[in-house]
């Protein structure tokens, strides 16, 4: 499964947390659910990371 967006791995990891809180993810697939999760959250932690990088970059830029 392929995650294009930032937003759309947030809010696709924010759907897994709901239904493994609520207790409605059956034992069989809750393996799947969490490593599903742990690969969104390195996606978005890259992006987040990739982002800060750029922005950092621009702003040197300005001040030369």
């Known amino acids: 499964m392929e995650t294009k967006s930032y ?3 947030f809010e696709e990891l924010q759907i897994i947390v709901k239904e ?3 207790g409605t993810v059956s034992v069989d697939m809750l393996s799947e659910k969490v490593k599903r ?3 969104l959250i390195r996606f978005c932690k890259d992006k987040l990371l990739k982002t800060e990088e750029e922005v950092n970059q ?4 300005i001040e030369k």
């Open 20 to 22: 493994i809180e609520s």
């Open 7 to 9: 937003e759309q791995a």
């Open 58 to 61: 621009v702003l040197k830029e």
């Open 37 to 39: 999760a742990g690969e």
